[in-house]
């Protein structure tokens, strides 16, 4: 049962803290996305990337967030430091080719205290 | 900047009912795709239009692509309590996806 998995699921920090987010795609995809869910701004994209190269990280706050894919399996969005008003869920999806289908995790709920 | 606005924002209904969910933008989408979000998980993606003017049916669930491509709509017949959840549309912009407002449901036994 191939599914993307997101860890931790659920974390709490201080503000000023570095906050570290993990993705591994479905096995086989080379395009992941971060996205990043909260009730006033609804579901917006971070940045993402295709066979591990970054294309567009336009939506993401370059001072405080960074976004890497170390290798094929593994997809990182660190925050540091953390604010409050980061306080989202964060999800990753993966896709493959330029193929349209995402396929969401279950996501990181991330508050910042 | 690109937007899709969803309506209704909220919506409460019986069970066996009809709805309709409205997903409008001023910009053209190459398609356009519907998800449903349940709590404490990822969208899970429904359908994709492509063409001005395609109807597709899943189940008990018509979506329709405007002739524009520019907006679409979520007809669910006789809803039932599974139905419950987030309804998102998105628009896809070269392989980027832009996210509708969500249209959250609740379906009553």
């Known amino acids: 049962d191939a599914r993307v998995t997101q860890t931790p699921r659920h974390k709490v920090t201080e503000m000023g803290q570095e906050v570290t987010m993990r993705c591994q795609p479905i096995?086989?995809?080379?395009?992941v996305f971060w996205y990043r869910q909260t009730m006033m701004q609804g579901l917006e994209l971070l940045a993402y990337?295709?066979?591990?190269?970054?294309?567009?990280d336009s939506g993401m706050p370059k001072d405080r967030f960074s976004a890497e894919m170390p290798d094929a399996t593994l997809a990182t969005l660190k925050i540091q430091p953390s604010e409050p008003r980061d306080s989202a869920v964060y999800f990753c999806?993966?896709?493959?080719?330029?193929?349209?289908?995402?396929?969401f995790g279950p996501g990181t709920r991330l508050t910042v205290l | 900047t690109q937007l899709l606005e969803q309506s209704p924002q909220f919506l409460s209904i019986q069970e066996g009912e009809n709805l309709t969910v409205y997903c409008n933008s001023s910009?053209?989408?190459?398609?356009l795709q519907w998800y449903r979000q349940e709590p404490g998980e990822g969208p899970v993606l429904l359908v994709t239009?492509?063409?001005?003017?395609e109807v597709k049916k899943l189940k008990r669930l018509t979506f329709q692509f405007g002739d524009a491509r520019k907006d679409s709509s979520l007809h669910i017949t006789a809803a039932q309590p599974g139905d419950t959840g987030l309804y998102l549309c998105a628009g896809l912009n070269t392989d980027k996806l832009i996210f509708g407002t969500g249209t959250r449901l609740q379906v009553f036994p």
């Open positions: 239009v492509v063409t001005g003017g």
């Open positions: 096995l086989g995809h080379n395009t």
């Open positions: 990337f295709r066979n591990r190269a970054p294309l567009d």
């Open positions: 999806a993966s896709g493959f080719g330029d193929t349209d289908t995402q396929y």
């Open positions: 910009s053209v989408f190459s398609s």
